[in-house]
């Protein structure tokens, strides 16, 4: 089949399209390569793909998901089969000090997505939500039937705000859509703005390293790899219309429109000094800390209730945080050349 993947120079999106490359499929993959973070890593992703481009099973286009124009005529031209659409703006931290970097890109960018599959009936769109959309939310695990009207960061009121969206194109257009709340993705070509890359990057250094909420928080780490194996497998479930479903009666997470939302996570959270644990293992080196207060936007736990995504795909992770830290590691050792 064809399809578009969306952020195909970021941290899921490479290795998205290198495995459905990998089996076959072929591949457009649009990015707009901002400079959220260093644009040579998300290069050197691209670089990762050149096998593939040499095939001719991979193309890349660089573009905003806000340029309406140009991504129509992407659609038309090029008539996917399925779009796997991972851009946006990431960041809570970030959506606190530049609010409208989330405009274009996460409101604006969703829904030039969702015309073009209207426009040109793709068979399935699966997006990226987030599990900040729990919010305020304190019973653990999250669930996808949990209420969700509680943002505490204008980046979870976006990612909210794109399953809105995607119900209503779902109801109105009939496209099937998907969901995927990703909990705390970590591994290899990881973003810089995230924990592990940050926390690797200062104890290195000999630098101190800042624990928020004095480390009482925990996380629901996911490994890349289970991650790209519950979207590879949940892209092959397409939803269905339900004429039974009622919004009284119904789970939040279907709909009477051929629409589903699921959590992606590990189902086992860490506390955040395990985690540092195991990245002082990996390391051989011992953090120096700095405790600091929680951060505004910040949750005190990430717990994602994964039975639902399990039911329909037979996907369960893999891979332990140990393991999953090691393999950072030797990654970033390599990649950094020390």
């Not at 219309?241 to 709909?255: H, I, K, L, M, Y």
């Not at 293992?281 to 936007?297: H, T, V």
């Not at 891979?319 to 999953?324: L, Q």
Request: charged share 25%.
């Amino acid at each position: 089949m064809k399809y578009l993947v969306t952020g195909a120079a970021g941290f899921i999106g490479h290795y998205v399209v290198k495995k459905l490359c990998a089996l076959g499929h072929q591949v457009v993959g649009l990015d707009n390569l901002n400079d959220y973070y260093e644009v040579s890593l998300k290069e050197d992703r691209l670089k990762e793909l050149d096998e593939f481009v040499q095939s001719g099973a991979f193309h890349f286009v660089k573009m905003d998901l806000a340029d309406r124009d140009g991504v129509s005529t992407l659609f038309a031209e090029e008539q996917f089969d399925r779009v796997i659409h991972l851009a946006a703006q990431a960041g809570v931290r970030y959506s606190i000090d530049n609010p409208l970097a989330y405009a274009d890109s996460n409101l604006v960018g969703h829904l030039t997505i969702l015309e073009g599959c209207r426009q040109t009936k793709v068979q399935h769109l699966v997006y990226a939500s987030s599990s900040s959309v729990y919010g305020l939310n304190s019973k653990v695990p999250f669930a996808t039937t949990d209420s969700v009207d509680h943002p505490i960061s204008l980046y979870a009121a976006t990612k909210k705000s794109n399953e809105l969206m995607s119900h209503t194109y779902s109801h109105l257009y009939g496209i099937p859509t998907t969901g995927l709340r990703f909990f705390t993705v970590y591994g290899p070509w990881g973003r810089p703005d995230m924990a592990l890359f940050k926390f690797t990057k200062k104890i290195v250094a000999g630098e101190t390293i800042d624990i928020y909420n004095n480390g009482d928080m925990r996380r629901d780490f996911t490994y890349i790899d289970d991650i790209v194996e519950g979207i590879l497998r949940i892209q092959d479930v397409i939803p269905e219309a339900n004429g039974d479903w009622t919004v009284e009666e119904g789970s939040a997470a279907t709909s009477s429109a051929p629409y589903r939302v699921f959590n992606i996570g590990n189902g086992n959270p860490v506390k955040l000094l395990d985690f540092v644990e195991s990245l002082e293992e990996s390391l051989g080196i011992e953090a120096k800390k700095n405790f600091m207060p929680m951060q505004p936007g910040d949750v005190y736990q990430t717990y994602a209730e994964v039975e639902d995504l399990f039911e329909v795909t037979g996907v369960r992770p893999q891979v332990s945080v140990r393991d999953g830290v090691a393999r950072f590691v030797d990654w970033y050792r390599e990649y950094n050349k020390i």
